[in-house]
Protein backbone atom coordinates (compact mmCIF):
# COMPACT_ATOMS: atom_id res chain seq x y z
CA UNK A 1 0.00 0.00 0.00
CA UNK A 2 2.75 2.45 1.09
CA UNK A 3 4.40 1.78 -2.62
CA UNK A 4 1.18 2.47 -4.28
CA UNK A 5 0.57 5.68 -2.87
CA UNK A 6 4.24 6.91 -3.15
CA UNK A 7 4.62 6.01 -6.67
CA UNK A 8 0.99 7.11 -7.61
CA UNK A 9 -0.09 9.94 -5.40
CA UNK A 10 1.91 12.36 -7.74
CA UNK A 11 0.58 11.60 -11.05
CA UNK A 12 -3.39 11.20 -9.19
CA UNK A 13 -3.11 14.53 -7.69
CA UNK A 14 -1.94 15.91 -11.62
CA UNK A 15 -4.72 14.10 -12.30
CA UNK A 16 -7.22 16.26 -10.09
CA UNK A 17 -5.70 19.58 -11.14
CA UNK A 18 -5.69 19.30 -14.82
CA UNK A 19 -9.21 17.58 -14.75
CA UNK A 20 -10.39 20.62 -12.27
CA UNK A 21 -9.61 23.09 -14.82
CA UNK A 22 -10.51 21.47 -17.82
CA UNK A 23 -13.70 19.97 -17.02
CA UNK A 24 -14.90 23.65 -16.80
CA UNK A 25 -13.43 24.41 -20.10
CA UNK A 26 -15.08 21.32 -21.79
CA UNK A 27 -18.65 22.82 -20.22
CA UNK A 28 -17.74 25.97 -22.76
CA UNK A 29 -16.78 23.65 -25.31
CA UNK A 30 -19.47 22.01 -25.58
CA UNK A 31 -21.95 25.06 -25.41
CA UNK A 32 -19.66 26.84 -28.50
CA UNK A 33 -19.61 23.15 -30.50
CA UNK A 34 -16.13 23.01 -30.66
CA UNK A 35 -15.12 19.84 -29.43
CA UNK A 36 -12.11 19.32 -31.30
CA UNK A 37 -10.47 22.82 -30.17
CA UNK A 38 -8.94 21.59 -27.15
CA UNK A 39 -6.97 18.72 -29.05
CA UNK A 40 -6.28 21.43 -31.77
CA UNK A 41 -4.49 23.30 -29.53
CA UNK A 42 -2.75 20.74 -27.59
CA UNK A 43 -0.94 20.15 -31.16
CA UNK A 44 -0.23 22.97 -31.86
CA UNK A 45 1.22 23.57 -28.50
CA UNK A 46 3.14 20.06 -29.29
CA UNK A 47 4.40 20.99 -32.54
CA UNK A 48 6.24 24.39 -30.79
CA UNK A 49 7.15 21.59 -28.17
CA UNK A 50 8.48 19.68 -31.07
CA UNK A 51 10.27 22.52 -33.22
CA UNK A 52 11.79 23.41 -29.61
CA UNK A 53 13.47 20.32 -29.69
CA UNK A 54 14.88 20.32 -32.69
CA UNK A 55 16.41 23.32 -32.36
CA UNK A 56 18.49 22.60 -29.40
CA UNK A 57 16.17 23.85 -26.91
CA UNK A 58 16.42 21.38 -23.26
CA UNK A 59 12.83 19.82 -23.15
CA UNK A 60 10.80 21.36 -20.47
CA UNK A 61 13.26 24.05 -19.98
CA UNK A 62 11.64 27.85 -19.81
CA UNK A 63 12.58 28.66 -23.12
CA UNK A 64 10.95 25.72 -24.79
CA UNK A 65 8.02 26.28 -22.50
CA UNK A 66 7.68 29.55 -24.15
CA UNK A 67 8.02 28.29 -27.55
CA UNK A 68 5.49 25.81 -26.71
CA UNK A 69 2.92 28.47 -25.71
CA UNK A 70 4.05 30.92 -28.09
CA UNK A 71 2.96 28.44 -30.93
CA UNK A 72 -0.39 27.40 -28.74
CA UNK A 73 -1.28 31.44 -28.70
CA UNK A 74 -1.43 31.68 -32.91
CA UNK A 75 -3.89 29.10 -32.23
CA UNK A 76 -5.71 30.52 -30.02
CA UNK A 77 -5.95 33.88 -32.47
CA UNK A 78 -7.09 31.65 -35.43
CA UNK A 79 -9.57 30.39 -33.48
CA UNK A 80 -10.94 33.64 -32.45
CA UNK A 81 -10.29 35.21 -36.15
CA UNK A 82 -12.48 32.08 -37.47
CA UNK A 83 -15.31 32.44 -35.17
CA UNK A 84 -18.64 34.09 -36.87
CA UNK A 85 -22.51 33.94 -36.33
CA UNK A 86 -22.23 32.94 -40.09
CA UNK A 87 -22.14 29.41 -40.89
CA UNK A 88 -20.39 29.16 -44.10
CA UNK A 89 -17.68 27.34 -43.11
CA UNK A 90 -17.90 25.47 -40.02
CA UNK A 91 -15.84 26.44 -37.11
CA UNK A 92 -15.05 22.91 -36.47
CA UNK A 93 -13.60 22.33 -39.81
CA UNK A 94 -11.02 25.21 -39.35
CA UNK A 95 -9.95 23.44 -35.67
CA UNK A 96 -10.08 19.97 -38.36
CA UNK A 97 -7.74 21.09 -40.51
CA UNK A 98 -5.37 22.77 -37.64
CA UNK A 99 -5.20 19.63 -35.91
CA UNK A 100 -4.56 17.80 -38.79
CA UNK A 101 -2.09 20.35 -40.08
CA UNK A 102 -0.19 20.37 -36.45
CA UNK A 103 0.35 16.65 -36.45
CA UNK A 104 1.90 16.33 -40.33
CA UNK A 105 4.17 18.91 -39.15
CA UNK A 106 4.72 17.53 -35.90
CA UNK A 107 5.99 14.51 -37.46
CA UNK A 108 8.17 15.96 -40.20
CA UNK A 109 9.67 18.16 -37.32
CA UNK A 110 10.28 15.34 -35.27
CA UNK A 111 11.88 13.10 -37.98
CA UNK A 112 15.15 14.91 -37.65
CA UNK A 113 15.57 13.54 -34.51
CA UNK A 114 17.38 10.31 -33.92
CA UNK A 115 15.00 9.14 -31.26
CA UNK A 116 11.92 11.27 -33.24
CA UNK A 117 8.91 7.97 -33.05
CA UNK A 118 9.50 8.09 -28.68
CA UNK A 119 9.38 11.74 -28.70
CA UNK A 120 6.04 11.57 -30.69
CA UNK A 121 5.04 9.19 -28.60
CA UNK A 122 5.76 10.88 -24.89
CA UNK A 123 3.44 14.30 -26.98
CA UNK A 124 0.67 11.92 -27.52
CA UNK A 125 0.63 9.91 -24.28
CA UNK A 126 2.74 12.26 -21.58
CA UNK A 127 4.52 11.00 -18.94
CA UNK A 128 2.59 11.64 -15.44
CA UNK A 129 3.78 8.77 -14.46
CA UNK A 130 6.97 10.65 -13.38
CA UNK A 131 5.31 14.22 -12.37
CA UNK A 132 7.34 15.61 -9.49
CA UNK A 133 5.32 17.28 -6.36
CA UNK A 134 6.67 20.66 -7.38
CA UNK A 135 5.20 20.15 -11.05
CA UNK A 136 1.89 19.31 -9.70
CA UNK A 137 1.90 22.43 -6.95
CA UNK A 138 2.88 24.99 -9.79
CA UNK A 139 0.67 23.60 -12.18
CA UNK A 140 -2.06 24.11 -9.72
CA UNK A 141 -1.41 27.77 -8.11
CA UNK A 142 -1.42 28.37 -12.76
CA UNK A 143 -4.43 26.88 -12.70
CA UNK A 144 -6.03 28.62 -9.98
CA UNK A 145 -5.08 31.89 -11.34
CA UNK A 146 -6.93 31.12 -14.82
CA UNK A 147 -9.99 30.03 -12.54
CA UNK A 148 -10.05 33.27 -11.07
CA UNK A 149 -9.58 35.19 -13.83
CA UNK A 150 -12.85 33.05 -15.35
CA UNK A 151 -14.71 33.80 -12.16
CA UNK A 152 -14.03 37.37 -12.31
CA UNK A 153 -15.46 37.77 -15.85
CA UNK A 154 -17.48 34.36 -16.33
CA UNK A 155 -20.64 36.72 -17.19
CA UNK A 156 -19.01 37.64 -20.17
CA UNK A 157 -17.56 34.25 -20.50
CA UNK A 158 -20.64 32.17 -20.33
CA UNK A 159 -23.01 34.51 -22.16
CA UNK A 160 -20.69 34.53 -25.14
CA UNK A 161 -20.44 30.51 -25.55
CA UNK A 162 -23.97 29.79 -24.44
CA UNK A 163 -25.78 33.01 -25.80
CA UNK A 164 -23.92 34.95 -28.34
CA UNK A 165 -26.50 37.05 -29.53
CA UNK A 166 -27.20 38.21 -26.32
CA UNK A 167 -23.63 39.11 -25.83
CA UNK A 168 -24.03 41.14 -28.82
CA UNK A 169 -27.07 42.89 -28.00
CA UNK A 170 -25.31 43.77 -24.46
CA UNK A 171 -21.98 45.38 -26.55
CA UNK A 172 -19.61 43.12 -25.63
CA UNK A 173 -16.52 43.21 -27.62
CA UNK A 174 -16.42 39.34 -28.55
CA UNK A 175 -13.59 38.81 -30.25
CA UNK A 176 -11.67 40.43 -27.74
CA UNK A 177 -13.45 38.23 -24.93
CA UNK A 178 -13.01 35.00 -27.23
CA UNK A 179 -9.59 35.64 -27.33
CA UNK A 180 -8.77 35.88 -23.93
CA UNK A 181 -10.94 33.11 -23.40
CA UNK A 182 -8.76 31.13 -25.98
CA UNK A 183 -5.44 32.78 -25.05
CA UNK A 184 -6.13 31.89 -21.19
CA UNK A 185 -7.25 27.64 -22.94
CA UNK A 186 -4.17 27.98 -24.32
CA UNK A 187 -1.81 28.89 -21.33
CA UNK A 188 -3.96 25.77 -19.49
CA UNK A 189 -3.60 23.40 -22.47
CA UNK A 190 0.34 23.80 -23.26
CA UNK A 191 1.04 23.11 -19.34
CA UNK A 192 -1.07 20.29 -19.44
CA UNK A 193 0.21 19.08 -22.58
CA UNK A 194 3.75 19.11 -21.16
CA UNK A 195 2.47 17.02 -18.11
CA UNK A 196 0.15 14.34 -19.79
CA UNK A 197 0.13 14.07 -23.29
CA UNK A 198 -2.33 15.12 -26.20
CA UNK A 199 -4.64 12.55 -25.60
CA UNK A 200 -4.97 12.72 -21.63
CA UNK A 201 -5.58 16.42 -21.98
CA UNK A 202 -8.25 15.67 -24.62
CA UNK A 203 -10.23 13.09 -22.11
CA UNK A 204 -9.86 15.34 -19.30
CA UNK A 205 -11.15 18.26 -21.25
CA UNK A 206 -14.30 16.32 -22.86
CA UNK A 207 -15.64 13.01 -21.46
CA UNK A 208 -16.51 14.63 -17.79
CA UNK A 209 -18.51 17.55 -19.74
CA UNK A 210 -20.04 14.78 -21.84
CA UNK A 211 -21.15 12.43 -19.35
CA UNK A 212 -22.11 14.82 -17.05
CA UNK A 213 -24.26 16.36 -19.81
CA UNK A 214 -25.97 13.33 -20.58
CA UNK A 215 -27.77 13.37 -17.06
CA UNK A 216 -28.04 17.60 -16.33
CA UNK A 217 -28.69 20.57 -18.35
CA UNK A 218 -28.06 22.94 -15.27
CA UNK A 219 -24.28 24.11 -15.44
CA UNK A 220 -23.54 23.91 -12.00
CA UNK A 221 -24.92 20.25 -11.76
CA UNK A 222 -22.64 19.49 -14.70
CA UNK A 223 -19.54 20.80 -12.99
CA UNK A 224 -20.21 18.94 -10.10
CA UNK A 225 -21.17 15.83 -11.82
CA UNK A 226 -18.15 15.96 -14.34
CA UNK A 227 -15.66 16.56 -11.29
CA UNK A 228 -16.84 13.48 -10.00
CA UNK A 229 -16.48 11.44 -12.65
CA UNK A 230 -13.35 12.73 -13.37
CA UNK A 231 -12.09 11.86 -9.57
CA UNK A 232 -13.37 8.58 -10.41
CA UNK A 233 -12.26 7.73 -13.28
CA UNK A 234 -8.62 9.12 -12.57
CA UNK A 235 -8.60 6.72 -9.10
CA UNK A 236 -9.33 3.68 -10.96
CA UNK A 237 -7.17 4.85 -14.17
CA UNK A 238 -4.55 5.17 -11.95
CA UNK A 239 -4.90 2.08 -9.65
CA UNK A 240 -4.71 -0.22 -13.13
CA UNK A 241 -1.99 1.15 -14.07
CA UNK A 242 0.20 -0.01 -11.19
CA UNK A 243 -1.77 -3.21 -10.86
CA UNK A 244 -1.34 -4.54 -13.73
CA UNK A 245 1.68 -2.39 -14.94
CA UNK A 246 0.99 -0.05 -17.42
CA UNK A 247 1.23 3.32 -19.09
CA UNK A 248 -0.55 5.65 -16.72
CA UNK A 249 -1.29 8.02 -19.33
CA UNK A 250 -3.01 5.22 -21.88
CA UNK A 251 -4.68 3.47 -18.89
CA UNK A 252 -6.56 6.81 -17.99
CA UNK A 253 -7.75 7.45 -21.06
CA UNK A 254 -9.00 4.01 -21.70
CA UNK A 255 -10.62 4.08 -18.22
CA UNK A 256 -12.40 7.27 -19.54
CA UNK A 257 -13.61 5.72 -22.97
CA UNK A 258 -15.14 2.67 -20.71
CA UNK A 259 -16.88 5.47 -18.33
CA UNK A 260 -18.14 7.13 -21.07
CA UNK A 261 -19.53 4.23 -22.54
CA UNK A 262 -21.18 2.69 -18.93
CA UNK A 263 -22.82 6.17 -18.24
CA UNK A 264 -24.32 6.36 -22.29
CA UNK A 265 -26.04 2.66 -21.69
CA UNK A 266 -27.29 3.94 -18.18
CA UNK A 267 -28.31 6.63 -19.95
CA UNK A 268 -30.27 5.11 -22.46
CA UNK A 269 -31.44 2.17 -20.31
CA UNK A 270 -32.83 4.75 -17.73
CA UNK A 271 -33.83 7.69 -20.09
CA UNK A 272 -34.84 6.24 -23.69
CA UNK A 273 -32.74 8.94 -24.91
CA UNK A 274 -28.82 10.76 -25.48
CA UNK A 275 -30.40 13.84 -24.11
CA UNK A 276 -31.64 14.96 -20.40
CA UNK A 277 -35.02 15.77 -20.08
CA UNK A 278 -36.11 19.62 -20.04
CA UNK A 279 -36.31 19.42 -16.45
CA UNK A 280 -33.49 17.79 -15.65
Known amino acids: MMDFLSIMAPPFAACLVLMGIHTYLGVHVLAREVIF ?5 A ?12 IGLEAGSTAAYTLSLAFALLGAG ?9 HDVS ?3 VIGIAYAVAAAATILVMDRLPHGAEEIKALLVGSILWVSWGKVLATAALYAVIGALHWVWRERFLTISYDPEEASRRGYRIRLWDFLFYATFAVVVTRSVHI ?4 LVFC ?13 RDLRSRLLLGWLMGTVVSMVGCALSYLWDLPTGATVVCTFGAALAALTLIRVSCHGGMTPDSHS
Do not use: H
Open 37 to 41: VDLAL
Open 43 to 54: QVAALGAAVALV
Open 78 to 86: LFTATRTRR
Open 91 to 93: QEA
Open 196 to 199: AGVL
Open 204 to 216: FLIVPAVGASLFT
